[in-house]
């Protein structure tokens, strides 16, 4: 019944050590978010896809890459992950169209512990 | 550009108690606000959206333009409402983006 699923949920990395996380989707949405939530912060968008069109946001470092393969695939790499990394991340969708641009679908993110 | 202040980090109310999570907004045109919520251990999800102008749960809230507010309020707090509230504002000018405040956790005692 999940309809954005992430993985792994859980990911301890070494400091410098890149790391990928994945999400997947079922609902056919036009656009998938990465945000990064720091302890007791709101998410913060890293950047999204509008299908294919890439959209980094300004403040994003270069150290955090993204991916969509498909309509269902997105991955977030981040190079060389700093201890400032450590986070959790949040992948979602949304329809993008109709009216519905502020409702996404979140998965359950994935925790990032960096040693 | 936009931005979301919700001023508590923390509401502790007794059950049947009224609750309200103030949300505040700073942005020039017409926003699209909205009002996510974490249950412990769950993913963020939609609670209300102010287009919508419906009661999810018992929550309501009012999208105050001259106030650039948009408070959610529950007359009767219930122990289950316990949970992280984020209230959030979507742009057209900013690509409809979605900007959260900095969240409210609300904890509802016996």
């Known amino acids: 019944d999940a309809m954005v699923i992430q993985n792994p949920r859980y990911q301890v990395t070494q400091f410098g050590k890149p790391v990928t996380l994945s999400c997947s989707q079922t609902?056919?949405?036009?656009?998938m978010y990465w945000y990064q939530q720091k302890s007791s912060q709101a998410p913060k968008l890293l950047f999204h896809y509008y299908d294919k069109d890439f959209n980094n946001e300004a403040d994003t470092p270069d150290n955090f890459q993204s991916r969509r393969p498909n309509t269902s695939f997105c991955f977030l790499d981040i190079r060389s992950p700093g201890l400032g990394d450590a986070a959790m991340y949040l992948c979602a969708t949304s329809r993008g169209t109709g009216g519905h641009t502020g409702e996404l679908f979140f998965g359950e993110g994935s925790r990032l512990t960096v040693l | 550009a936009q931005r979301v202040t919700q001023p508590e980090k923390l509401l502790s109310v007794f059950k049947g108690a009224p609750v309200e999570l103030k949300c505040n907004y700073s942005?020039?045109?017409?926003?699209?606000l909205f009002w996510y919520v974490q249950y412990s251990r769950q993913r963020l999800q939609l609670l209300l959206r102010h287009i919508s102008r419906e009661s999810i749960k018992g929550f309501t809230a009012d999208l105050n333009k001259g106030e650039t507010s948009f408070h959610l309020k529950k007359p009767f707090a219930q122990e289950e409402d316990s949970a992280m509230y984020y209230c959030a504002l979507s742009a057209k000018a900013a690509g409809n983006k979605l900007t959260f405040g900095g969240g409210t956790r609300v904890l509802v005692k016996p």
């Open positions: 942005y020039s045109g017409s926003p699209e």
């Open positions: 609902l056919n949405h036009n656009v």
